[in-house]
């Protein structure tokens, strides 16, 4: 480590500024500083680091009990995650230990605290923050080996506003039609996007009267920002905790976000009488939280109010419930002219500045092969998106579109803009897709499926700005099933789960994660593990597997091969690697490699493995297709594309020649960028494994003022809304106008907006 910088006074760190430099590329050097020096401290056998672990931190034992906590925190608490992902988290962790109730850690008694290296930790921190800028991409895996408790004090320790200075347009509409206790009387659940700036308008919500108690707020898995759902739990409102998770899986077709609607509303109306005085405000996006009052709590229907932001959410309402049937009100800003009119612009100049953003981080070189676009659907979205493009040099005769309803394909016609002219709607289709350097669909469904990759050019980009992660066809890739029937004349393949695909490379990345943290529990047990193995397979993966074994200094007699085939078993004796049966294999095995065709998955088998086992299963190499599936391909001349990623050593995918970033580490792994082969061998790049594109970065706030000023004006009107049906917005030529007259003053415009400049809200 450096020398520490010289101050005039004494500084200061907080825990959330050291977690973002140490999530950073700016904070690589410091943890790959870190991770040599905890990985010498363990293979000093001269010194025992037991002795250090003590919870008493004010009294540490020896010199190196910060780096022995490193440890502890990466082996014993979070062996699924690499050492690299979880390093971050296990220095904060360490330095937590000297921080006050605030989560700020006073560096100059770091040292008589935590030890002399914590301190030259610590103050090499805080020497990169004196040139450090956030980044605009939000880091969502930051927190995914953290514990309430210590997410809670790293996002207590940063004060934020949420961008809420910057939207001007929010206590003008407070003024204008609420006041300090219009919403005093009510309770309310929300459940909607949670970008940086979302908070702002929870804030303007109790500037008028809202009790923050009161509140409960969940989300969406896909487009929530993990810091701003752990700065408003730090701040003492309620969020549903499962927000923080990494993943936040999201699944379209899974119903997900209606259980998490469920859930809500059971816990705001516990303990309340129906029909009672109570009065419940729900605030809505996608219908999750109407459909579910009505088809789950309809005794509490009359006492609530409800503000839809969605026309999907309408549409659920019209198709599940009936307008005719609905029991409360429901205020309709879906549909308001001034959403379906204005908020277009934003939204598409917000898809192309995500898609700029996201291509800049796969790598900075990365640009289109041309300049020419397939726009899948041509609905109000993709026509800001074309729009956008235009603006970023896209020439109208390079906008390719095709949509199944002909008037919106005329339209197009008449701005300028490419269509096919052959009569044939497949063909039509496939000569759209042939110009789609850059791919965008909204359509709000499936658009594309695996077999279509082959129409597209070589070294397309793939984005959806529509719906979840179908519209790519990106949920048949994951599905677990392996063959499907001929779609389009061709088969394709099915990628078995996101992380368990075929392949050495996955073999490979998986026996390195298991092997790291093999040499970390040895690090911190004065008994080390056996090198003993059982290898349940001996297919292509197996052997891969004993090679990076072998490479470990695991003796050839101590691993142990099994395999229900014959041929393979018998492969597995001649080379050395038999002598045991299956369950023999795994009592004795420290390492447990398997593959998707026999894993161990029994409860008798898993008690079986040995107390800190590790289990490594890869997917089964090579993939036995079967005789039929085999026949009939080659009687058809089909060939079988793989849309198989290129790799899974996370440090080293490529995609057109470079060395490209997929953002795992980042957004973690649901929504990496991936890069799929076609069958004829062209590569394609899907940006955020195709769900919506614009779910990361947000809107910048003197933007999104305007959506998030109108859901605070539906929110005020439901309060005296007592009529059930659908509700009109009002005063939205108010609101216009004044959020006109303050882009004005910035030099911005609505009908051709620009994020260029605009900083992303802190949240």
């Keep these: 480590m450096s020398s520490s910088p010289v101050r005039s006074g004494p500084a200061r760190l907080r825990l959330y500024d050291a977690l973002q430099v140490l999530t950073s590329p700016e904070g690589r050097e410091i943890v790959a500083r870190v991770k040599k020096d905890t990985y010498s401290l363990a293979m000093d056998r001269e010194q025992d680091p037991l002795p250090y672990l003590n919870a008493d931190t004010k009294n540490p034992q020896g010199p190196d009990s910060f780096r022995v906590q490193i440890m502890e925190h990466v082996y014993d608490e979070h062996y699924e995650v690499s050492v690299d992902r979880a390093l971050p988290i296990a220095v904060v962790r360490a330095l937590a230990e000297a921080a006050d109730s605030s989560g700020v850690v006073n560096l100059s008694e770091v040292g008589a605290k935590l030890g002399p290296y914590a301190a030259q930790v610590a103050f090499e921190l805080d020497r990169s923050l004196q040139t450090f800028k956030p980044h605009e991409l939000p880091i969502n895996t930051k927190y995914e080996t953290a514990d309430t408790a210590l997410i809670s004090k790293i996002a207590g320790s940063k004060r934020r506003s949420y961008g809420r200075s910057r939207m001007p347009l929010l206590p003008e509409t407070t003024k204008l039609f609420g006041g300090a206790n219009h919403l005093a009387e009510w309770k309310m659940a929300s459940l909607g996007h949670l970008f940086a700036t979302r908070p702002a308008l929870y804030r303007e919500l109790e500037s008028n009267g809202l009790p923050r ?33 990494a993943q936040g899986h999201y699944d379209k077709s899974s119903a997900h976000d209606d259980l998490r609607a469920i859930t809500t509303l059971r816990q705001l109306f516990d303990g309340v009488t129906p029909g009672g005085a109570d009065k419940f405000l729900l605030l809505d996006d996608g219908g999750n939280l109407a459909v579910a009052l009505h088809k789950h709590f309809p005794e509490y229907a009359k006492q609530c109010r409800i503000v839809e932001q969605t026309d999907h959410g309408i549409q659920r309402i019209e198709r599940e419930i009936g307008v005719e049937n609905l029991k409360c009100s429901v205020i309709n800003v879906a549909r308001s002219w001034l959403k379906k009119v204005f908020e277009s612009p934003i939204i598409g100049e917000a898809v192309m500045h995500s898609i700029d953003t996201l291509l800049a981080e796969v790598h900075p070189k990365l640009g289109y092969v041309r300049k020419e676009a397939a726009m899948l659907g041509f609905g109000a979205v993709n026509q800001a998106v074309a729009k956008a493009m235009e603006r970023r040099g896209f020439a109208p005769k390079d906008i390719w579109v095709w949509d199944r309803d002909p008037a919106r394909r005329a339209e197009a016609l008449r701005l300028g803009y490419r269509v096919s002219e052959k009569e044939n709607e497949a063909e039509a289709r496939l000569e759209v897709l042939a110009h789609g350097y850059l791919t965008v669909t909204a359509t709000g469904q499936q658009t594309l499926s695996p077999s279509e990759l082959d129409r597209l050019p070589p070294g397309a980009i793939m984005a959806n700005a529509g719906s979840g992660n179908h519209e790519l066809g990106m949920g048949e890739v994951e599905a677990k099933q392996r063959w499907v029937a001929p779609v ?50 001996y297919d292509e993966g197996g052997k891969r597997a004993i090679e990076r074994l072998l490479e470990a200094g695991f003796e050839r007699d101590a691993i142990k091969a099994v395999d229900s085939n014959p041929e393979r078993m018998a492969a597995a004796q001649k080379a050395g690697f038999s002598g045991a049966t299956r369950d023999e294999a795994i009592i004795g095995a420290t390492v447990l490699v398997s593959n998707l065709e026999r894993p161990v998955s029994t409860s008798e088998e898993l008690a079986m493995r040995p107390p800190g086992g590790l289990q490594v299963t890869h997917g089964a190499m090579p993939m036995d297709l079967g005789p039929d599936e085999e026949a009939r391909a080659a009687a058809s ?7 198989r990623d290129t790799g899974l050593r996370r440090d080293e995918e490529f995609f057109r020649g470079y060395v490209v970033n997929n953002g795992v580490t980042r957004a973690g792994e649901q929504y990496r960028h991936r890069v799929l082969r076609s069958g004829k061998g062209d590569e394609v790049l899907v940006l955020r494994s195709g769900y919506v594109v614009n779910m990361e970065t947000g809107i910048p706030p003197e933007y999104v003022q305007l959506i998030l000023s109108m859901l605070l004006a539906g929110c005020l009107q439901a309060t005296t809304a007592d009529k059930p049906g659908l509700h009109e917005l009002e005063h939205q030529d108010v609101l216009l106008a004044r959020f006109e007259r303050q ?11 620009s994020f260029a400049g605009l900083r992303p809200a802190d949240g």
Excluded at 637 to 643: M, R, T, V
Excluded at 743 to 753: F, I, N, V
């Design 213 to 245: 108690s009161a509140h409960l707020i969940s989300g969406k898995g896909y487009s929530r920002s993990v810091d701003a759902v752990a700065s408003m739990r730090a701040e003492g409102r309620r969020v549903d905790e499962s927000l923080l998770e």
């Design 488 to 537: 389009g004349g061709e088969r394709y393949y099915r990628r078995m789960t996101p992380v368990q695909e075929e392949g050495p490379a996955q073999v490979d990345a998986f026996m390195a994660t298991a092997l790291e943290h093999l040499a970390f529990r040895d690090a911190i047990d004065p008994v080390p593990a056996p090198k003993t193995a059982a290898i349940l397979g």
């Design 743 to 753: 882009l004005e003053k910035l030099g911005r415009s609505l009908s051709a907006p």
């Design 637 to 643: 001349g089909l060939h079988l594309p793989e849309l």
